[in-house]
């Protein structure tokens, strides 16, 4: 009898201590795959800081500087006299954040009156808007350059911003948000004698923000890393941004890598900043609208 309730008892902690131990087994495995991962992530990111520390012969060097060096403010140097950089990065920060406010107001404004507003033609006229997500770029930009060349725009600021500031993908980001508004809201503060204005700055916007924040970093980020359109609109070394510019440094016969990596991890500061800023908001807005109750 008592053999029996010993073997009874051990039985049931074994059978206890499994699941504990598969659950265990679980944490490690993700925490063993998340460190691999992160690994993989950061890794790209220290060795740019650190090549962009070194000279060009050290970056190709055998073995391969794994640790910061000394030829900073020579990389530094060398970006300033050769691209003006200064002026670039200035350049980037004015055009970036000009064309995310402009892009935000058309795309947000447009986002509601598809979702809000019954008019003929609407359906059409979104399906229209969003065959621009499968147009490749390139064929756009003959057009888009003539047009500029006409407007007597070339090497300014509003060639760069304009062409752009209906986006297909932020227009349809803020449709599918503002979708999931109920219309008895918006009812209810038109019956309160709300005008349209103010029903949009006072009612609409303040439910918005993830979605806003998620469109900005978006918006952001587009303008901050694009390469081709400016490449073909500005003309003038000092008015390039930080793409332009560091592709400009690109010799036939010597390129300074050095200097080119250093200016690459300059650029990367902003758009770390524009995301850990609004990464609260992030997720949520890309996901507003997705569900509908």
Known sequence: MTTSARGTAKAAGTASRSPRSRTAGRSILLTSGLAI?????????????????????????????????SHLGQNLRSLRDTASFD?????SLLIAVLYTLAAGAVCTFAGYAFAKYRFKGGNALFGVLMLGLVIPTQVTLIPLFKMMAELEWLNTYQ??????????FGIFLMR????????????????????????FFGVVLPPMKPALAALGIFLFLYQWNDFIWPLIVLRDNASFTIPVALASLQGVDKTDY??????TAIAAIPMAIVFLALQR???????????KE
């Open 37 to 69: 991962v992160l690994a993989a992530v950061l890794v790209p990111f220290y060795w740019l800081v650190v090549a962009g520390t070194h000279s060009t012969d050290d970056i190709f060097g055998s073995p391969p500087a794994l640790l910061p060096g």
């Open 87 to 91: 002026e670039v990065v200035l350049n």
């Open 159 to 168: 060639a760069v911003i304009m062409p752009n500031l209906a986006l297909p």
């Open 176 to 199: 599918q948000s503002m979708g999931a508004l109920p219309d008895e809201l918006l009812d209810s503060g038109r019956m309160d004698g709300c005008g349209e204005f103010r029903l």
């Open 258 to 263: 050095g200097a080119i990596l250093t200016g």
């Open 281 to 291: 908001h992030f997720v949520s807005g890309l996901l507003a609208g997705a569900v």
